[in-house]
Each structure stands twice: as structure tokens, then as C-alpha cells.
């Protein structure tokens, strides 16, 4: 092995920790990819038809952007677990594993062979993550779950309402993406604990528990107002268009509003009674918005940024992600990393904060694009991956091309 293979290798606080990502779609593969940026190892296990979030949104080729944004890095295995030599294979693979992540619906992975039950008296120092739509059990256990189920039934529509009282769904993958970030820290703390005591464990969570905590802040001030508080909390606190772009513009307290008055020359405002406090200006909002609104669409946003930022004023442009991607703070802290990914191209990625050292990014596999090389590398023989291809409960797939 080279120089530049042994460092790669050895990138990351979980560097040589294997995990075995068997999870479709979005929490269950983004909690994997989390432990790759954190240098794990991590095989992506797939079906023959692949994982179903490679046909489910923007799709290009063999990929799409959220099996892209999940899954790179990873080495990719096709299994047939239909077939009794690929669950057996299935198995062996987990028996070899540190870490197990599935989120297929309760009793699924068990019938599979690779249930908790199955491996943990076989390997207790495994940490195996189980990722579900309501829970294990329960008179919900076995129903669909989605993203915009999520929303729906966890109270995430019911708080992103609009100012008519419709509820609204949130225009990201909110509740898959939160409940990746839960399970990773679970399995994250399930590891420290491990490397304490030798003792792997059990981590089970769903999308209906994650969607709960990440509105603890929204349940608790339901409970304490025993109504939803609707709108901005202050005012002005809105939208507010230019002659060429948007503008998020908002005060929060008098000083906040004092500055808001100096940028935009507007002392009459600081001696008007009625905008003395926020409760006086909340209830002439209407108005305060108006006059606000006017004012500011008769230049575009960099005349208005320039006042504002002088004057330390709340304030942002609204920016798409190519604007995002010109932001002058996000050059500065390396917000975005080139992603190569071959038969799609050079793709903008968002890797995770708080990296002691960022890993060099490495595409999302083919369905089985390293079937041979993983189980070679996990203790399989030679003669026994061939008769797994001829039995046809391994697929070995293409490499990519590199893009053009």
C-alpha cells in the first residue's frame, strides 16, 4: 500500500472501523455516510434493482442527487438476498461488521437473517442501528412513512404554517435528514461506549420520535401557551423585494430597530410613540412593512447591504445555491467541496461542520461497482466469490465512467 492509500486509510477518528450500510433511501444512508466523513469504512449493500433512492428525485445516469449526496465515499456490494447463498453471504458480511445500519420496516431484517437477535450472541461488541418510521412495536409499527408522512403527523406542517393557517411542508427532506443526525450521534455515544466496555448494543429510532425532539422548543411553548403562536415575533421581520433581489430584514428589540431607523434615514420612525416598543410596533406591522417594503424597492440589494451592514442591522440576502456558492464566507471557510462524480460530473457537496480534518471526498458507488474487492477484502476466497457470481446471489457491477 502507498503512502497516499495508508493516509487515506487512516483518516478520521473511526479510521478502521467497518460499517455495514444495508439501509435505503435517506436516514439510514446518511447516518452511514456521517461515520465515512468520520474515516469508517462503509460498505453500501444493495438489491439488484438497487437502492430506491437512486430513481426518486433529480436523476442523472445510474445516480441521483440524493443517492449521490448519501452514499459517497462508500464501496458498493449487490446482494440477492432472495437467494439463500446471498443471505447467507448477507450474514457473513454482518458477522464481520462493527457497525449494522437498516431501516427497513420492523421484523424485515430478521426475516433476512440479520436481525439484532440473529447477530448479537454471535458478535457483542456490535453496534447495530435500526432506523424506522414509528417504532418497533405499536399500533403504528408497521405503517408507511415518508418524509411528507412525517411532516404531517409530527406536527412539522402544523408549525411551518403560512399566515392564513395553512400548514405547509418544509421544502427539504427535513424529517429523513434529522432522524440521520440523531442516529449518528446515538451510534456515535453506542461506540464510545463500546470502546469503554466491549459492549456493542442496540440503537433503535424513528422518524416520528427525531421529528418530536428536533420541535422540543415548539412542543414546550405549545404546552406552556396552550396555542400555537403563529408569525414573527417582532416587527418588522420579513421579505422584503429590491430592484434586483430579496431582502430578509428584521429587529428584535428598540436598539435593533434604532439602528434599522439610522440606515435608512428614518428618524421619524424613532420618534413616533407607536414605535417605541416591540408591542406597539408588532400591532402596526401592516403599516411598518408598507412603508419598509416602498422604501427598499427603489434600490437594489447591494445599495441596501451596504447601509445595513454599516449600521449592524439584521439583515441577508435571499440567495439561491449559486449564490450561495459566491458567498464570500463560504470561499472563506471552504464551505463547498467538489464532488467528481463519474457519468454525472463535478458536483457541489456540503460536507459535515466541525471536521478536526476533512476527508478527500470519493464518489457514490455503482450497485455493486466493488462486490469482488469488499468481500475479497472482508475474507472471502477467490473460489468462493465465483460460485456466489455464478449462483447469481452477487452482482458484480460496471466501474463508472469518469465524466467528461
Not at 137 to 157: E, F, I, K, R, T
Request: glycine share 10%.
Amino acid at each position: 500500500m502507498d503512502s497516499a492509500v495508508a493516509a487515506e486509510v487512516n483518516h478520521g477518528p473511526f479510521s478502521g472501523l467497518r460499517v455495514l450500510d444495508i439501509s435505503q433511501g435517506i436516514a439510514g444512508p446518511y447516518c452511514a455516510q456521517m461515520l465515512w466523513q468520520h474515516g469508517a469504512e462503509v460498505v453500501k449493500v444493495e438489491p439488484p434493482a438497487g437502492d430506491w433512492g437512486r430513481h426518486v428525485g433529480t436523476v442523472a445516469g445510474a445516480h441521483s442527487a440524493l443517492s449521490t449526496a448519501y452514499n459517497a465515499g462508500k464501496r458498493g456490494v449487490c446482494l440477492d438476498a432472495r437467494h439463500p447463498a446471498g443471505r447467507e453471504a448477507l450474514r457473513r458480511l454482518a458477522d464481520s461488521a462493527d457497525v449494522l445500519i437498516q431501516n427497513f420496516r420492523p421484523g424485515v431484517a430478521a426475516r433476512m437473517g440479520v436481525g439484532y437477535q440473529d447477530l448479537a450472541p454471535r458478535a457483542p461488541g456490535l453496534v447495530y442501528v435500526s432506523i424506522s418510521g414509528y417504532g418497533e412495536d405499536g399500533p403504528y409499527a408497521n405503517a408507511p412513512a415518508s418524509d411528507s408522512v412525517m411532516q404531517a403527523d409530527s406536527g412539522l406542517m402544523y408549525a411551518n404554517q403560512d399566515e392564513a393557517g395553512v400548514p405547509r411542508r418544509i421544502g427539504v427532506l427535513m424529517a429523513d435528514i434529522a432522524t440521520a443526525l440523531y442516529a449518528a450521534q446515538a451510534a456515535m455515544a453506542a461506540l464510545y461506549r463500546q470502546a469503554r466496555t466491549g459492549t456493542g448494543g442496540h440503537v433503535q429510532l424513528s422518524l416520528f420520535q427525531a421529528c418530536a425532539a428536533l420541535q422540543a422548543n415548539d412542543i414546550l411553548a405549545y404546552g406552556m401557551a396552550g396555542a400555537r403562536r403563529a408569525g414573527p415575533v417582532s416587527a418588522p421581520n420579513g421579505v422584503f423585494d429590491t430592484t434586483d433581489g430579496r431582502l430578509s430584514v428584521l429587529a428584535l428589540n428598540n436598539d435593533q430597530f434604532a439602528r434599522l431607523c439610522r440606515a435608512l434615514e428614518r428618524p421619524e420612525w424613532l420618534l413616533d410613540p407607536a414605535y417605541a416598543d416591540n408591542a406597539g410596533r408588532m400591532e402596526r406591522r401592516e403599516e411598518l412593512h408598507r412603508e419598509l417594503a416602498a422604501q427598499l424597492a427603489t434600490r437594489p440589494s447591494s445599495h441596501w447591504t451596504e447601509r445595513l451592514t454599516r449600521e449592524d442591522v439584521l439583515h441577508a440576502r435571499v440567495r439561491d445555491y449559486d449564490d450561495l456558492a459566491s458567498h464570500a464566507q463560504a470561499a472563506h471557510v471552504g464551505l463547498l467541496q467538489t464532488l467528481v462524480q463519474p457519468g454525472v460530473g463535478n458536483l457541489p457537496y456540503a460536507p459535515l461542520p466541525g471536521l478536526a480534518q476533512r476527508r478527500p471526498l470519493a464518489a457514490s458507488p455503482a450497485i455493486g461497482q466493488h462486490s469482488r474487492e469488499v468481500l475479497g477484502d472482508w475474507g472471502w476466497s477467490p473460489p468462493e466469490i465465483q460460485a456466489l457470481l455464478a449462483a447469481g446471489a452477487l452482482v458484480q457491477g460496471c466501474a463508472q465512467k469518469e465524466p467528461r
